[in-house]
């Protein structure tokens, strides 16, 4: 407790969920750490005690954007299409996080959090392409080529440049393309 008695709890959790729902009203540029210890409720110093700087703090929305990522493309298995839907559906739970995970320069690239996040959902993903095609066609470019699809639709969908005959949702929707990607 501190000296008015009060006590917030996990102050570093209640940070970084208003830092996400900045986000997603704003973006990742329209809103100061003062503004946004004020919509948590917070000291104005806790934000930058937590976090350093604003791009420490966009490094942990990214951080755990990785984490949930990762999660979600190890609950799709060795199944490669369903790693691809595991990415579209993530994206689109979680548009703040997907919006600054790959925005490497607001934040601190070189954090090893951030990086040990990113290289276990990275790990994932290349996991389901080992078990999805044969040793010699999983190159590189076959890597680059799924991610490309998968984090493309998911883009194209958060931002709404999709046409209406996609339908209302978003996983039901990738699937048929994503499966262009894995026929012979």
Request: proline share 4%; aromatic share 6%.
């Amino acid at each position: 407790m501190n000296a008015r008695g009060y006590h917030h709890g996990d102050l570093r959790r209640t940070i970084l969920t208003a830092a996400v729902e900045a986000i997603a009203e704003s973006g990742p540029a329209g809103w100061s750490l003062r503004e946004l210890a004020r919509r948590a409720g917070v000291s104005h110093a806790a934000p930058a005690h937590h976090f350093g700087d604003k791009a420490g703090l966009l490094t942990a929305v990214a951080t755990e954007g990785f984490g949930l990522l990762a999660d979600e493309l190890t609950a799709a298995g060795d199944d490669f299409l369903e790693a691809g839907v595991a990415y579209v559906r993530f994206a689109t739970s979680h548009p703040a996080h997907f919006e600054v995970m790959f925005q490497t320069a607001i934040l601190h690239a070189d954090d090893p959090d951030l990086n040990a996040a990113e290289a276990r959902a990275s790990t994932a993903l290349e996991d389901g392409l080992r078990h999805a095609v044969p040793a010699a066609e999983a190159t590189g470019d076959m890597r680059l080529a799924a991610w490309s699809i998968a984090h493309g639709f998911a883009a194209l969908w958060i931002s709404g440049a999709l046409p209406e005959r996609a339908g209302s949702d978003a996983v039901a929707a990738a699937r048929p393309v994503l499966e262009k990607l894995l026929r012979k």
